[in-house]
Nanobody, 123 residues
Framework: QVDLVESGGGLVQAGGSLRLSCAAS????????VGWFRQAPGMEREFVAT????????YYTDSVRGRFTISRHSDKRTVYLQMNSLKPEDTAVYYC????????????????WGQGTQVTVSS
């Protein structure tokens, strides 16, 4: 069992930055891939970024590549999503998820999910 807690969401103007955090409660992410997904109102939850447990594999969805960076703290208890040059279309609830198997762009591959944090980008 992995309990995940996201934080760092908020309201920001277009062009601004936010850093989301995903903390693992009671354990480390040492052998888990961690992904970020987002869900806008009325839309499907979509993949944003993921990093493998070894940190050797990283994937981004095309719309955020070059603007967002996924990273993990050296203590392997926290994963971050640094979001720069934010756009109104980035507005969504952002979820982190953990996967014991491998880094994946597919949400059904992730067994553990946080509750989400709201990101709102105003134009």
């Amino acid at each position: 069992q992995v309990d995940l807690v996201e934080s760092g969401g908020g309201l920001v103007q277009a062009g601004g930055s936010l850093r989301l955090s995903c903390a693992a409660s009671g354990r480390t992410f040492g052998d888990y891939a961690v992904g970020w997904f987002r869900q806008a109102p009325g839309m499907e939850r979509e993949f944003v970024a993921t990093k493998s447990w070894s940190a050797l594999t990283t994937y981004y969805t095309d719309s955020v590549r070059g603007r967002f960076t996924i990273s993990r703290h050296s203590d392997k208890r926290t994963v971050y999503l640094q979001m720069n040059s934010l756009k109104p279309e980035d507005t969504a609830v952002y979820y982190c998820a953990a996967n014991r198997d491998r880094a994946s762009r597919v949400k059904k591959d992730y067994a553990y999910w946080g509750q989400g944090t709201q990101v709102t980008v105003s134009s």
